[in-house]
């Protein structure tokens, strides 16, 4: 696979998108997991899926938070064939994904995974190592656990016999037959988003102030999400949320558009309420074109409706603020890139020796600033 077959040919080789990178043995599950995260692909049709033989590629960009390309590999992939160019795949690789079948033998998987990770950290050190331990559906709890704990262990040992313990591999449970899969990706588009912590610290305003338990900022397409407060994920409350993102979607795809509005069943005024028979509340907002807020509320807490309501449109400006200056970024970093490769004199101001977007991620704290002091206050 040379340079010319992967139709590299740019002004600007370094690409905009971080890439995530899909890998692992054939018939690990590599390209059901795609299809069902991305393509709404049912579990059960994946069955019928071609073993993949080629690297394909796809652009993920459902919105300006998550947004990169998905690198689907065939797993007879050879490093030591010289005709792969593994150091320009991994030089501009945010994530690498390595998929293990917990139900087959995975010696070989490790050694493979050994192989990988060492390549990709010689190449590329700020890689994120993600392992996916899939297919877990069909095993008891006690032995999910056992495998996880016996693949982190050899994993970690062939890493240290290579004298790499500073690498840090991040191991999941993930079956495309629950939302376990969707927690994992979810884990793995935040590294890859430089805004997290002001989003995080955003959530964390919000709910303090609105009597909120827990909260998520969602990507409604893929039901990743993108954030969520400091507080403990629980796996049911986030397979709550991804049922209600689902019943909105569909309920709006039905009823809810015009023959303009055909293909967007998501806008400005969609909102869902479901109160639950725990004496809790699911309050579903819109932030963004694709971009939802789910909280999870007491009743007594949803009586201030109105207040909750005033701190959402503060936290959906201050939302919009991130969003403008990651706009900013992007433009910054693809002009600063197109006049490194057309090799123009550098800026000779001080200001612009410093590189632009990383003012502009300095900048990203300020609508934290602002936002708190605009809460109302119960």
């Not at 970024?329 to 090799?343: E, T």
Request: charged fraction near 25%; hydrophobic fraction near 40%.
């Amino acid at each position: 696979w040379s340079e010319e077959e992967f139709d590299w040919a740019s002004s600007v080789p370094v690409p905009e998108k971080p890439r995530i990178l899909l890998m692992g043995l054939r018939r690990s599950g590599k390209s059901s997991i795609q299809k069902v995260v991305f393509h709404k692909m049912s579990p059960n049709e994946t069955l019928f899926l071609e073993s993949t033989n080629k690297i394909c590629r796809e652009d993920v960009s459902n919105s300006s938070f998550v947004s990169f390309q998905i690198w689907d590999f065939p797993g007879q992939i050879d490093f030591f064939d010289p005709t792969f160019d593994y150091e320009m795949i991994f030089r501009g690789t945010g994530a690498l994904i390595f998929v293990i079948d917990s139900q087959d033998d995975y010696v070989e998987a490790l050694s493979r995974l050994h192989l990988t990770v060492t390549r990709a950290y010689k190449v590329n050190p700020e890689i994120n190592f993600e392992v996916f331990i899939h297919k877990v559906d069909g095993l008891s709890d006690d032995a999910k656990i056992e495998k996880q704990r016996d693949i982190h262990k050899r994993a970690n040992d062939d890493l240290a016999d290579a004298g790499l313990e500073k690498i840090h591999l991040s191991l999941y449970l993930t079956s495309i037959y629950d939302h376990s899969i969707f927690e994992a990706f979810s884990k793995v588009v935040q590294k890859l988003i430089p805004q997290l912590p002001t989003l995080e610290n955003l959530l964390n305003i919000f709910i303090s102030n609105s009597g909120i338990e827990k909260a998520f900022l969602f990507d409604v397409v893929s039901k990743i999400y993108i954030a969520t407060d400091s507080s403990p994920v629980d796996m049911q409350t986030y397979e709550l949320c991804c049922d209600m993102i689902d019943v909105v979607i569909d309920i709006s795809c039905i009823y809810g558009l015009t023959e303009e509005e055909a293909g967007q069943p998501y806008d400005k005024e969609s909102m869902a309420i479901i109160h639950l028979n725990n004496t809790t509340v699911m309050y579903l907002k819109e932030v963004t074109k694709f971009l939802a807020l789910v909280c999870f509320l007491r009743e007594e807490s949803f009586e201030r409706k109105g207040l909750i309501d005033y701190n959402f449109h503060c936290f959906k400006n201050a939302i919009q603020e991130v969003f403008d200056v990651r706009v900013k970024m992007q433009k910054n970093r693809k002009l600063l890139s197109q006049r490194r490769w057309s090799k123009q004199a550098p800026m000779e101001s001080t200001a612009a020796t410093t590189p632009i977007a990383d003012r502009c991620i300095k900048s990203s704290t300020l609508p934290c600033n602002l936002y708190r002091q605009t809460l109302a206050v119960d």
